[in-house]
């Protein structure tokens, strides 16, 4: 069930990201907490009190503190998707239109809605299209979603969507994050990129992130309820922030294989940014990139407003 609620927080907050890596500058807009989707790798599991989706309801405090971080912040990249999925219940609460009527009067602010979903229904009947959105999916091979994602739309379904957003003018933006490592990762993640080349547009993406799978001691129990997960197929490392991800040989390989078959399939200019990764996994795959928050943050907003 929904609940509708004051938020009595703050709305944005600067993306928490991880201690001594390479932050992209990225902004959270907490208008909804909760995700109806449960995935096994999903933090929101471990970090969140409740599951169950809290919809915020006074959208005039959060345009007012809009207003004050559009006035400090140049090149401000925002989002919901970080504590919820974007359009997951999008049908049931109409949120998309509200927040672009919002975001309508702030041109400079990229916004970007994530999802799993395949909810564009709202999106695409909107009065128009805005250049500052972003719609955004998460996408990963069958063989992940039927093990990790069990209640999210499938890879069908949810290319299905992007066409649709496309067509309609959005910008898109494609997350492979988590990207998970298990007997035959390549060609399933090749055949993943060929799915996408036929559906994508190149000129239409704003960015594309690549995030190696890692999770906190916590999230365990949550993991081991889905049966068939993979996720400990890979060699897992602790790092110094507590969380577990791959050896960092092992994610060298898997970002420079990605790196390779989207430039292979996609496009040479794909809009490539690492998620959660220190300078130096930066500078070994994306040496053109300088590895710093400010000039992350600035070649992904130019990308998405390009
Ligand atoms: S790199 Fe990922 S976790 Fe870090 S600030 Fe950006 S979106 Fe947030």
Redesign the pocket.
Known sequence: MIRFTEQKGKFIK?????PD??????YNLNLHTGCPYCCSYCILQAYLETTEPIFFTNFDDMEKELEEVSQTRQYLRIGTG?LTDSLALDLQTGYSHKILDIIEKFPEIVFEFKTKSSHVENLVSYKKVLRNIVVSWSLNPREVIEREELLAPGLIARLGAVEKAQAHGYKIGIHFDPIVIFAGWQAAYLELVKEIAKVIEPSRIAWW?L?ALRFPYSLREHIFKHQGSRLFEGELVKGHDGKYRYFKPLRLQLFRYMKQIIRENISDDAPL?????DKEVWEEIFPEIHPD?EA?NQYLYQSALK
């Open positions: 600067h993306c928490p990201c991880t890596v390479v932050p992209c500058g990225y970080e992130s995030g940014y690492l998620c959660m990764e928050e992350v």
